[in-house]
């Protein structure tokens, strides 16, 4: 078996990881890759939004089955293009990536199928946003519609803040065309939950529930990040609730977005806040594997994930994969001045002997001359198994503590809900 996982992040050495341990033989590709999938599949190094040298790649290595990690090259069309070259794919097509890509159409979306989510309205004009912000109550929250890395949502405790990430958006154009359409909406409380469904359209398998922790800052404090942290399972996402999740957000959705003639196959993220009341609304949807979610989910996968996805890309009856008691916690190790201006460069040191139950994967780094260096905001994530969350949590810290490099940016606090919770 030949595959392909296209991406170069934490979360795609995560997939190569988990693909790599249920299939020992295959050949397994990775564009482009990244220090940690080099030592498990051949990096190819091509950029993962050029879609004609990977559709080329495709062609010319013989892949079976290729899985795509990022938003991006899911936006553009690579898996329109590849499902069009005769190609198995998992991951959507750009119309169905909509619900990622532009917050407004989900929303629209979600509207039609009755799924809850904060009361929105989406606004291209300067004029028109600041009357509606002037008339909202506080806090409420601002967010460009178009994909800004995880940086585009502004919770604004205040309309003096509303108005002036308004002004950032529709006046200074500070996130580009991201931010050409603004979509104004309601405060949600609550808890934070990602539910990953795989779907061949029709048909839903739920992974273990996880919780990212988005906040740069230990408690929960300081600026938005793509995320510092995750942990899986979450005994707040308990068989009632998912099974709540997937009548009434899931199911809905991607029958509406088959009737648009947006029909969604691979990865459906449902980022949910769960209310005081206990139900669940949607937040945002991801047409993606989240990062650094995937690095704490897979590892509590036993078995039968490839198969899952073959037959999500194949849009055939799915099976269930095995699950392994336990838990995991994810560390994420980023450079010092993440988010904003990370500093790249610094040497990295990995002991051998870490600690037992800890697998450490790659997100920004690089080999040069046999060193491995510091290569982006988000640098390493330190995944602890174990069979109780405790020791997850203890065993991704002490992994968190033995890799030193220059200015470690890391939070000892991952999972602090469920700790609370037990
Ligand atoms: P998003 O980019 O839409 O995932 O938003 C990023 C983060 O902002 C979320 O994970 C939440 O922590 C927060 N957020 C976004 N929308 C809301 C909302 N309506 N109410 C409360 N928090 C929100
Ligand atoms: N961890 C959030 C995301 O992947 O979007």
Avoid at 65 to 92: C, H, N, W
Wanted: charged share 20%.
């Amino acid at each position: 078996m030949r595959l392909l996982v296209i991406g170069g992040g934490g979360r795609e050495h995560a997939l190569c990881w988990a693909l790599r341990r249920e299939n020992p033989h295959a050949d397994i590709y990775a564009a482009p890759g990244n220090p940690g999938t080099g030592t498990l599949a051949t990096n190819l190094n091509i950029p993962s939004d050029d879609l004609d040298r990977l559709a080329d790649a495709v062609d010319a290595y013989g892949i079976d089955l290729t899985v795509i990690g990022p938003e991006v090259p899911l936006a553009m069309g690579l898996a329109d293009r590849l499902r069009g070259e005769g190609r198995v794919v998992f991951g959507p097509g750009a119309a169905a990536a909509q619900i990622e890509a532009s917050k407004s159409f989900a929303k629209g979306v979600m509207e039609r199928a009755g799924v809850t989510t904060a009361r929105s309205a989406s606004f291209s004009t300067l004029a028109e946003a600041l009357a509606y912000v002037d008339a909202h109550p506080e806090p409420l929250v601002v967010k460009a519609s178009g994909l800004a890395a995880g940086k585009g949502a502004v919770v604004c405790a205040t309309r003096r803040d509303a108005a002036i990430a308004v002004r950032a958006m529709l006046g200074e154009k500070r996130f580009g065309s991201a931010g050409q359409v603004v979509v104004i909406e309601d405060f949600l409380e609550g808890e934070e939950l990602s539910v990953f469904a795989v779907t061949n359209g029709r048909e839903v398998r739920l992974l273990p529930a996880a919780q990212d922790h988005k906040r740069l800052l230990e408690g929960d404090q300081g600026p938005n990040t793509g995320g510092m942290g995750a942990y899986a399972p979450v005994s707040l996402a308990s068989h009632d609730l998912l099974q709540m999740v997937e009548r009434d957000v899931l199911l809905p959705t991607l029958a509406q977005l088959e009737d648009e003639g947006a029909p969604f196959s691979g990865l459906l993220y449902a980022g949910l806040m769960i209310g005081a009341d206990g139900a669940p609304s949607v937040i945002e949807f991801n047409c993606r594997f989240g990062d650094p979610e995937t690095q704490a989910v897979l590892p509590l996968i036993d078995g039968g994930l490839t198969d899952l996805l073959d037959a999500a890309a194949r849009g055939v009856a799915l099976p269930h994969v095995q699950l392994r008691q336990g838990a995991a916690v994810t560390t994420v190790l980023a450079a010092p001045g993440y988010p904003d201006t990370p500093r790249l460069g610094s040497i990295i040191s990995i002991p051998d002997d870490l600690p037992e139950g800890v697998t450490i994967f790659h997100a920004g780094t690089r080999l040069e001359d046999g060193v491995l260096r510091v290569n982006g905001g988000r640098v390493l994530a330190v995944t602890g198994v174990a069979e109780g969350f405790a020791e997850a949590q203890e065993a991704s810290r002490a992994g968190a503590q033995a890799v030193q490099f220059e200015g470690k940016v890391w939070r000892t606090d991952i999972g602090w809900r469920e700790a609370a919770r037990a």
